[in-house]
């Protein structure tokens, strides 16, 4: 709870963030665009340095390194200087590398939209650094149970990004629709924007060292980095690393394949989604995601891998089926009730309805991949426990090279309206593949998760969101929510009012259904906000 909470502070902010951010320099321009395949920069470079790897290695690791003698504390001094350098360096490379990042990752784009997305990078490439640091502090107080921290950071991040546009907006006005053309950008407005967001990042990294010190860490650089077990991280590393490559690539197909609907606004206009419109579908589809998954598989990670550290094949199942089901309970719900909304949601992004219909048919798409997707991360990390990081390389393989099958299929065939939509489904369909078979290689690992009624409950809970689903589409049909001018669509109030009552409506039909259906889960939930609303009540 701890974790959620501070995941759905960190979300709120994230969204006001998202909403400024289109409000500036809207979703479906060129503006947009660029800050977007900017501020993901760091992001990709980051995930092939050490992202998976920080995430697969670092836990069991340090859990391990515990028994030594002093805690650990050695093990974590060289590994925390390891980190910085290798960070370090590969953020003055790779800044000084912008210009030929950006061109790798757009097609087609004019040099004054090059040009723009540069200066964005320059800017927002030193991410890479406190990205960095962020996840190695935020691990290792993971590793000792001191989950909180890690996911109240990002609030931090967020404030100061919203400081930044809310002085943008005050300074040089607001932008949604891309009056101002790239070339018309000057200096002062990019670093406005792009430093501030830089300046979040090394906010929510640094404001972890203040809780180190409270569990008794403080750092100590130490370059002897030889003798104290880094070996066995290493190797575990390396298939991770060719994971996390792996991805990338997918990545990039997908950046480059939607970075070439630009142009086709000269014909369509606002109705073309591109990156600036799948990175906010992203971002809806992630809320869920991290709210429930992220939560719950941190902490579960913690137990499962001390359980496969002492061999209780039997508990470290019980644990993963147990966090599996809570997981599912949740995406299910998620998934089909921002489907139904996914238009009203969009409208809180974007004023017009050509942008509002196709930042919400790229949600629609992307949403279908929402329980696969939540369900392979927990399985994920469930293989990261028993320290395999081998046969996740394997299905994210299969995944990436579906995708990116599709994903060049899809650039030779559809027409640029409905490409970034059709490339989001794409991706959405090898991720159902990619879970089924991470399920499969987990079962035939550890055995079957008979005990656990994971199969039935899936089951059950996905009627039970239909079902739920079902009532809020109806809901909105009959009081008019899909069509033009209509009180959903017509104002952001009237989107988040309607996103409110509806949402509310799927719930409550969502959780009579798993009550009727028996599933133990909604016992809990339901108790849980008892108890929270009768605290409440009592003050």
Known sequence: MIMASGTVASRILGFVRAVLLALTIGVTTDAADAFGVANQLPNNVYAIIAGGVLNAVLVPQIIKARAHHDGGQSYIDRLVTLIIVVFASATVLTTAAAPFLVSLYTQGWSGDQLALATAFAYWCLPQLFFYGLYSLLGEVLNARSAFGPFMWAPVLNNIVAISGLVAYIAIFGADPTGQRAAAEWGADQVSLIAATATAGVAAQALILLVFWRRVGLKIRLNFGWRGVGLRPAAKAASWTLGMVLVTQIGGLVQTIVASTTVAARETYGLAVASIAASTIAWLIFMLPHSIATVSIATASFTKISAHAHEGDIEAFKADVAASLRVIVAVSAFSSIGLMVLAYP???????????????????????????????????????????????????????????????????????????????????????????????????????????????????????????????GFAALWFTGGFAPGSFALATVLGAVATCAWVGLLMLGVYALALKLLGVPEVNVALGAAARIFKGITRR
Do not use: C, H
């Not at 939540?374 to 469930?382: D, E, H, I, T, V």
């Not at 390389?393 to 090279?401: A, G, H, I, K, P």
């Not at 060049?408 to 991706?427: D, G, H, R």
């Open 345 to 471: 949601v969009s409208r809180v992004f974007v004023g017009e309805l050509q942008a509002t219909v196709a930042l919400g048919n790229v949600l629609i798409a992307m949403l279908i991949g929402l329980v696969p997707f939540s369900f392979g991360f927990m399985l994920q990390r469930a293989f990261y426990a028993l320290e395999d990081t081998r046969t996740p390389f394997f299905f994210t393989l299969l995944q990436t090279v579906l995708f990116i099958g599709g994903a060049i299929a899809v650039a030779f065939t559809v027409n640029p309206v409905w490409l970034v939509a059709t490339l989001a489904l794409v991706n959405s369909i090898a991720i159902i593949v990619q879970a089924v078979l991470a399920y499969r290689l987990l079962r035939r690992k550890v055995g079957r998760f008979d005990g656990a009624g994971l199969t039935g409950a899936t089951a059950r809970m996905l009627v039970a969101a239909g079902l739920a689903g079902a009532s």
